[in-house]
């Protein structure tokens, strides 16, 4: 079994950064490939980014390439993801996800895990 706990969502203007923080607990972390997704209100859940924990490898969507970076910290047991010049479409629920397996997916039913969201809301 695998918690995830998302913080760091908040209010920011356009053109502005927050960090996002998930802190994971549980038993076999480093073969758990970890997720971010977004929700906006109307909307499908959508990937944003994706990190292997063993290897490091990421993955991102093209809406948000070159903008945000996931990284993991082994010490700490969190996955982050920084957001830089934040757009009001970015605007949603944001959630942080794990799946057992080595493979990044932008497949939302291919994740085991889910914290409980944490709001980002970019005002233009």
């Known amino acids: 079994q695998v918690q995830l706990v998302e913080s760091g969502g908040g209010l920011v203007q356009a053109g502005g950064s927050l960090r996002l923080s998930c802190g994971i607990s549980g038993r076999g972390i480093s073969t758990y490939t970890m997720g971010w997704f977004r929700q906006a209100p109307g909307k499908e859940r959508e990937f944003v980014a994706g990190?292997?924990?063993?290897?490091?490898?990421?993955a991102y969507a093209d809406s948000v390439k070159g903008r945000f970076t996931i990284s993991r910290d082994n010490a700490k047991n969190t996955v982050n993801l920084q957001m830089n010049s934040l757009k009001s479409e970015d605007t949603a629920v944001y959630y942080c996800a794990a799946r057992r397996g080595f493979a990044v997916s932008t497949d939302k039913g291919r994740y085991d895990y889910w914290g409980q969201g944490t709001q980002v809301t970019v005002s233009s």
């Open positions: 990190i292997n924990w063993s290897s490091g490898s990421t």
